[in-house]
């Protein structure tokens, strides 16, 4: 069974950056194929499909986002994490990561099979 977990600060300042991390349990970032993806619900809207960063080490990320937002990992903790720059308080929401074991990746958060819990992170001064 996968089970992953974010950690990170909750309360980040404006125009600074937010980090967070992923801790995969139950299987191996690095095995072929899998797709591992950060994905956030700002208060009061629908899930919104960040960026990936696949077994191979190939990163996607959102159109929209995509100037501020860096996905790496770290084999040696399998763990994943999220940079995202220049934040606003629009960047206020719960951010999950997610896990997609079978298939090409995608930005269909309906096709990830495994979640975290999600972490609240708030933006504000």
């Known amino acids: 069974q996968v089970q992953l977990w974010e950690s990170g600060p909750g309360l980040v300042k404006p125009s600074q950056t937010l980090s967070l991390t992923c801790t995969v349990s139950?299987?191996?970032?690095?095995?072929?194929?899998?797709?591992w993806s950060w994905i956030r619900q700002p208060p009061g809207k629908g899930l919104e499909w960040m960026g990936v960063?696949?077994?191979?080490?190939?990163?996607y990320y959102s159109p929209s986002l995509k100037s501020r937002t860096s996905i790496s990992k770290d084999t040696s903790k399998n763990q994943f994490s999220l940079q995202l720059s220049g934040v606003t308080p629009e960047d206020t929401a719960v951010y999950y990561c997610?896990?997609?074991?079978?298939?090409?990746?995608?930005?269909?958060?309906?096709?990830?099979?495994?979640w975290g819990q999600g972490t609240q992170v708030t933006v504000s001064s």
């Open positions: 960063i696949t077994s191979d080490g190939s990163t």
């Open positions: 997610a896990a997609k074991k079978y298939g090409r990746w995608s930005r269909n958060q309906d096709e990830y099979e495994y």
């Open positions: 139950g299987d191996s970032i690095t095995t072929s194929g899998r797709a």
